[in-house]
């Protein structure tokens, strides 16, 4: 049986773990966990994971568990400072995206790991999904000819969670970019089979949400809900989505401000150069609703594969063949089918000493592009991306 440590066992690892791990195999228990908020963590657990310890301090929780494993689950500006103390145990590793969230936390992890024997697998479930693997499988089979133009899109319904939980404090997660689209460009990289070395983006922020309104006002105090377009009865009624009972306001000063660069990006625009000489292009937008859209398009002289995550298909036209066909895989999977994947994954280097599909080098390209494109869009520039050296 397999003994995993968890460092923040919090809503994302706590199901990861609870569904997803358990529907792979259910023969391995949490035995230790570092985690402030002991009584919520322990919601979020398996009856048969309820003997686990919570200790105060990573070490103890290695010495005395005994863990044959690790994941990281705490909020995104811890991930770099638990990676960097948890290296030492040369433990297999599942950590949380983004694997840092400023440029010191990026070089000092690519530090601590370039010589480490420590496997690293980055929860990045979309290079994982069973669309995407069959979308590299033909490119890399030639179906496209050479990789020339990429474009990925990311239309997210759900994004009022960037304004009403914790992902509206700007300090933890650094912005958009480095939370959302550190997925898009670590699986646009792996389509293109080369990284991104140049990057030009612009954004809008301030104009949907955040405001002047308290920072703890939620709908079940403030005399505009009735009015309110994201109230809970109004966003029932148009069908809008998002937090269906009372909730933090999206419109409060607690969702940062343009004037310090301290709010999430509503939209943004990434113009990219890869190092094989390929362009192409990235639009995230978190206001839409209902219908979303997640995917990417590759073309090359001899065709185009394109592949969209809500719909659950693939599209494969022949430029000079008078063929175009379409695949579907299984639906209903978490993260697209990407997190049960993961979790095979994680499986197997824990088991067999497996190699992680999703590495830390992956982690690292992830950010840097992510930092790059945040000062595009920051200063109007192109930035030149700073490439891992491994
Ligand atoms: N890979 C994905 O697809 C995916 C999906 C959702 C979230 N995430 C990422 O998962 C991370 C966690 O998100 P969440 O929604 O689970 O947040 P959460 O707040 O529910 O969980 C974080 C946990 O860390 C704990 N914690 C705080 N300080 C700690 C410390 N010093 N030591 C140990 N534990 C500490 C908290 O008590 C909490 O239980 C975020 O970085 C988020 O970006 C990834």
């Keep these: 049986m397999i003994r995993l440590g968890v460092i923040g066992l919090g809503l994302r690892v706590g199901h990861f773990i609870r569904e997803t791990m358990n529907s792979v195999d259910p023969d391995f228990r949490v035995v230790g966990v570092v985690d402030p908020g002991e009584a919520k963590s322990r919601e979020k657990m398996r009856d048969c994971d309820q003997d686990a310890v919570f200790y105060n301090s990573i070490d103890e929780m290695v010495r005395l568990s005994k863990p044959d494993a690790l994941l990281v689950g705490t909020r995104c500006n811890l991930h770099t400072p638990m990676a960097l103390e948890i290296e030492k145990y040369h433990l297999p590793v599942f950590l949380e995206k983004p694997v840092a969230i400023t440029m010191n936390q990026a070089l000092e992890l690519e530090n601590a790991y370039r010589n480490s024997s420590t496997p690293v697998l980055v929860s990045f479930p979309l ?16 179906a496209v000819g050479d990789v020339l133009h990429i474009t990925g899109l990311n239309y997210v319904p759900y994004g009022t969670v960037y304004y009403e939980y914790g992902y509206r404090n700007y300090d933890i997660t650094g912005g958009l970019f480095l939370q959302k689209a550190t997925h898009d460009f670590d699986y646009i990289m792996d389509l293109a089979g080369s990284p991104i070395t140049a990057i030009q983006a612009n954004w809008i922020r301030g104009r949907v949400f955040g405001g002047d309104k308290p920072e703890d006002l939620t709908c079940a105090n403030c005399p505009e809900a009735g009015r309110c377009p994201e109230s809970p009865e109004n966003r029932k009624r148009d069908d809008a989505g998002g937090v269906l009972n009372d909730h933090l306001c999206v419109f409060s000063k607690a969702c940062g401000n343009v004037e310090e660069n301290s709010i999430n990006e509503e939209a943004s625009n ?10 192409g292009t990235y639009a995230q937008l978190v206001f839409v609703r209902r219908e979303g859209v997640r995917g990417a398009s590759v073309s090359g002289p001899k065709g185009k594969v394109s592949f969209d995550w809500y719909r659950n298909e693939l599209n494969y036209v022949e430029h000079h063949q008078p ?25 197997d280097m824990i088991r067999n000493g497996g190699k992680p599909q999703s590495t830390i080098q992956d982690g690292l390209r992830s950010v840097f592009t992510c930092l790059a494109a945040r000062e595009a869009a920051q200063t109007g520039k192109k930035v030149i991306v700073r490439q891992v050296e491994w």
């Design 127 to 142: 290079r994982m999904t069973p669309l995407h693997r069959r979308a590299v499988e033909m490119i890399r089979n030639g």
């Design 270 to 279: 990434s113009i990219f150069e890869f190092a094989n000489g390929a362009i």
């Design 323 to 347: 063929f175009s066909t379409t695949v579907k895989p299984g639906a209903g999977l978490d993260h697209f089918g990407g997190d049960v994947e993961l979790a095979r994954n994680f499986f």
